[in-house]
């Protein structure tokens, strides 16, 4: 059964770790992540972005899969199923199809207009039981096509969304999505500070966190960072256990070219990823 966020992070916040959304791509990658949040007692966000829906044919067959997995492989451990840098549309499109948890990026939005749409979905959401997040600020680097300078976000702007009712906001504190720069500068703690002092315990989500050190993850956990989104990596632990498989020749060998033989080790690969942030992030034995 599919839970809102809400509660898993406030517990987050109480007790100074982070939970993470993990990506979601297709049934591999869905598999990976459950069973890895499950052997671990882990609470877990799954993260689809407007891409991956599309990819997997929408948000009505992302839902119907997560439900009927959870059910299959007797996951007991809380699972939230969230969109991830949702539009306005993809947003009733997610409540429509039975997520239980979405975000709203009005980020590109003058603040005006994000208030305004943030708080209608806030209504929406609330109703429905749903958790909602939303943004302020650009966070940097690109994600389906949306570049951002590794922005940081205005603290009296996040209080104003904060107030809207919002369940965990995400601000830009100097984080980039997919790999981060040589010249980068690391995440600016005082602005993350500030933020925290206007919005006192509301969780915060920091976006794009393949590749931030993790003496970093955890202080900006120890300053009230919530949730942590991966993606990247996932995708680059993945990528590289397929290609090992591929240059050992060994779907040549036997039945080594099976669809499940040949996705094997990536959906290995991601459940070790998995693991090791969800050690750094703190979330094992919280479920």
Same mark, same amino acid.
């Given at each position: 059964?599919?839970?809102? /966020?809400?509660?898993?992070?406030?517990?987050?916040? /109480?007790?100074?770790?982070?939970?993470?959304?993990?990506?979601?791509?297709?049934?591999? =990658?869905?598999?990976?992540? @459950?069973?890895?949040?499950?052997?671990?007692?882990?609470?877990?966000?799954?993260?689809?972005?407007?891409?991956?829906?599309?990819?997997?044919?929408?948000?009505?067959? #992302?839902?119907?899969?997560?439900?009927?997995?959870?059910?299959?492989?007797?996951?007991? #451990?809380?699972?939230?199923?969230?969109?991830?840098?949702?539009?306005?549309?993809? &947003?009733?499109? &997610?409540?429509?199809?039975?997520?239980?948890?979405?975000?709203?990026?009005?980020?590109?939005?003058?603040?005006?207009?994000? +208030?305004?749409?943030?708080?209608? %979905?806030?209504?929406?959401?609330?109703?429905?039981? @749903?958790?909602?997040?939303?943004?302020?600020?650009?966070?940097?680097?690109?994600?389906?096509?949306?570049?951002?300078?590794?922005?940081?976000?205005?603290?009296?702007? &996040?209080?104003?969304?904060?107030?809207?009712?919002?369940?965990?906001?995400?601000?830009?504190?100097?984080?980039?999505?997919?790999?981060?720069?040589?010249? =980068?500068?690391?995440?600016?703690?005082?602005?993350? /500070?500030?933020?925290?002092?206007?919005?006192?315990?509301?969780?915060?989500? %920091?976006?794009?966190?393949?590749?931030?050190?993790?003496?970093?993850?955890?202080?900006?956990?120890? @300053?009230?960072?919530?949730?942590?989104?991966?993606?990247?990596? &996932?995708?680059?632990?993945?990528?590289?256990?397929?290609?090992?498989?591929?240059?050992?020749?060994?779907? %040549?060998?036997?039945?080594?070219?099976?669809?499940?033989?040949?996705?094997?080790?990536?959906?290995?690969?991601?459940?070790?990823?998995?693991?090791?942030?969800?050690? @750094?992030?703190?979330? +094992?034995?919280?479920?």
């Amino acid at each position: 059964m599919l839970v809102s /966020a809400t509660e898993m992070l406030n517990k987050a916040v /109480a007790g100074k770790y982070a939970v993470g959304q993990f990506n979601i791509n297709n049934l591999e =990658w869905t598999k990976a992540i @459950l069973m890895t949040a499950q052997e671990n007692n882990s609470p877990v966000i799954l993260g689809v972005s407007e891409g991956a829906g599309k990819y997997m044919t929408g948000f009505k067959t #992302v839902s119907a899969m997560v439900k009927a997995m959870i059910e299959e492989m007797n996951i007991t #451990v809380p699972v939230a199923l969230h969109l991830d840098h949702g539009s306005y549309d993809g &947003c009733y499109k &997610c409540i429509e199809a039975g997520f239980s948890s979405v975000m709203f990026d009005g980020s590109h939005f003058p603040i005006e207009e994000n +208030i305004a749409k943030t708080s209608e %979905l806030v209504k929406v959401c609330h109703e429905k039981g @749903l958790s909602i997040e939303a943004e302020v600020g650009s966070i940097g680097g690109e994600e389906d096509g949306v570049v951002g300078a590794g922005e940081i976000a205005d603290p009296e702007e &996040c209080k104003k969304i904060a107030d809207l009712g919002v369940d965990f906001l995400a601000a830009g504190i100097g984080n980039i999505h997919g790999k981060y720069p040589e010249n =980068w500068k690391g995440l600016d703690f005082d602005a993350l /500070a500030k933020t925290k002092e206007l919005i006192g315990n509301l969780p915060l989500v %920091l976006h794009g966190g393949t590749g931030i050190p993790a003496d970093m993850i955890k202080k900006a956990i120890s @300053l009230g960072v919530a949730k942590i989104n991966v993606n990247t990596e &996932c995708q680059l632990y993945f990528q590289e256990a397929t290609r090992k498989y591929i240059e050992a020749g060994k779907d %040549l060998e036997g039945k080594g070219f099976d669809p499940r033989k040949l996705l094997a080790p990536g959906t290995e690969a991601i459940k070790v990823i998995v693991k090791e942030k969800m050690e @750094l992030f703190g979330s +094992i034995n919280k479920a």
